[in-house]
């Protein structure tokens, strides 16, 4: 079954600790985005990658860092640098950035800063 | 700038009844395209519905239906004869091309609707 899938469900971090926060999709598809989803709020992009080797930033990327290696996997990092990391992160892909592409979301990952 | 709303933060309904949720959009492209994605209590986003910004038809699929009414700049989601499954977040979301001046269509999502069924 193609999909995405994020690793792991849940994840303890204690202030200062760097977190790596998987991301894998076997669509075939060129574009693929990390949003930040807080209580009560939409979803804000984080970063996004277009194609391998290439990302840019969203609107709120101060504190996380990615990469884009291989086709399928889109990594974010989430750095001591992030004052408040304690959020729902879902992962999404796309055929393309083109307006009409809609994006396919993985099952999330929740964050907890201890 | 783009920007979604969605006034309703929660809505409590019983089985049975019609629902709708209501969403306003604000942009500056003529080009875009409007989505619904539930969010159900597992936390996974499902897309439900594109439609873009030529096509004003309004579409029905099972009990769900959208009206796109551009001259209110709304695209509300209806569900008919609700079922405790349809309990779940629900996100209006906007994307259009050349948003910010750059070639990438962003995608901004409204701050979701709660929707409740009781059986």
């Known amino acids: 079954d193609g999909g995405i899938t994020q690793s792991p469900k849940y994840l303890f971090r204690k202030e200062g600790q760097n977190v790596t926060l998987s991301c894998e999709q076997n669509?075939?598809?060129?574009?693929m985005y990390w949003y930040r989803q807080d209580p009560g709020q939409g979803l804000r992009l984080i970063y996004y990658?277009?194609?391998?080797?290439?990302?840019q930033k969203g609107d709120i990327a101060e504190g996380y860092s990615v990469s884009r290696e291989k086709k399928e996997s889109f990594p974010l990092t989430v750095t001591s640098a992030q004052k408040n990391p304690t959020a729902f992160y879902l992962c999404?892909?796309?055929?393309?950035?083109?307006?009409?592409?809609?994006?396919?979301f993985g099952p999330g990952t929740r964050l907890t800063v201890l | 700038a783009q920007k979604v709303t969605q006034a309703q933060t929660e809505i409590s309904v019983v089985e049975k009844e019609d629902v709708t949720l209501d969403c306003v959009y604000e942009t500056r492209d003529t080009t875009y395209y409007l989505f619904w994605y539930k969010q159900p209590p597992s936390g996974e986003l499902v897309f439900l519905i594109r439609r873009n910004s030529f096509d004003e038809q309004n579409e029905i699929s099972g009990r769900y239906s959208w009206n796109f009414q551009k001259s209110t700049s709304s695209f509300n989601f209806t569900i008919t004869a609700s079922q405790v499954v349809d309990s779940a977040v629900y996100f209006c979301?906007?994307?259009?091309?050349?948003?910010?001046?750059?070639?990438?269509?962003?995608?901004?999502f409204g701050q979701g609707t709660i929707l409740t069924v009781h059986p």
């Open positions: 999404a892909s796309s055929e393309g950035l083109a307006e009409y592409n809609e994006q396919f």
């Open positions: 990658s277009q194609i391998v080797n290439d990302f």
């Open positions: 669509l075939n598809h060129d574009a």
């Open positions: 979301a906007l994307r259009s091309y050349n948003a910010g001046g750059t070639s990438y269509g962003k995608l901004t």
